[in-house]
């Protein structure tokens, strides 16, 4: 069965500091990746995705991931973050042939201002 | 466009116990998924439609839980009786189409307290 961890549970920055968040996934086929934020009191939503291509992607905000296959990982980085960047940041995988999304336990991210 | 519509936002309810909830997706929108988040976890899929046919319930606790989505727009999901564990964040999502690459669009959620 797929799974998807996410090791950090909270983390606690600085304004300008870099950010790296790991997860990680089981699942010995093809997939498609992606990260979802929620900012507080909003909903989920789309950060990045990775189907295909360059496995460096990027996404709004100034986001971006590394899918890197030998490691069964899609790590999600940026270079230096915002107070507005605290939320909580979730990590998705299915597999290509299926619409089944599988989540992580997410990353409570705080800036500090 | 607008988002995905849920309600209500907030519910506190004895257990054994019914509630319901309601989403609205957004518009031409074949594909619903009802998700549910408990505390301190991911999403987990509960129930897919695509119109008004079920894809997928194969976690959807059938002894207590029910969905409908009658004329393949608006979903309601049940539960009878509530237990103290379904305590949790249910999450309505839609997208245009089913497909691995295709991502989800999410409602702001109903927040489940049971007592």
């Known amino acids: 069965a797929q799974s998807v961890s996410q090791h950090n549970h909270h983390v606690i920055l600085s304004e300008a500091a870099s950010l790296e968040l790991g997860c990680n996934y089981s699942?010995?086929?093809?997939?498609?990746l992606f990260w979802y934020v929620q900012y507080p009191g909003q909903h989920l939503q789309l950060l990045l995705k990775y189907f295909s291509g360059d496995p460096l992607v990027k996404g709004i905000k100034g986001f971006e991931a590394e899918f890197i296959k030998s490691k069964f990982s899609f790590n999600l980085r940026k270079p230096s973050v915002q107070w507005s960047d605290t939320a909580e940041y979730f990590c998705a995988v299915n597999a290509k042939s299926s619409y089944k999304l599988i989540f992580g336990s997410g990353t409570r991210l705080l800036v500090r201002p | 466009e607008a988002g995905v519509a849920q309600s209500p936002r907030y519910k506190i309810i004895e257990k054994r116990q019914s509630v319901a909830f309601w989403c609205n997706p957004i518009?031409?929108?074949?594909?619903l998924y009802w998700y549910q988040q408990i505390l301190g976890q991911g999403p987990k899929l509960l129930i897919q439609?695509?119109?008004?046919?079920?894809?997928?319930d194969s976690q959807l606790p059938k002894d207590r839980f029910s969905a409908e989505r009658l004329k393949g727009v608006d979903s309601t999901l049940k539960i009878q009786p509530a237990k103290l564990e379904d305590s949790a964040v249910y999450l309505c999502a839609s997208t245009q189409r089913t497909g691995g690459a295709t991502p989800l669009h999410f409602g702001n959620g109903t927040r489940l307290t049971v007592t």
């Open positions: 518009s031409g929108h074949a594909t």
């Open positions: 699942y010995g086929g093809t997939v498609n």
């Open positions: 439609f695509q119109n008004n046919g079920v894809v997928d």
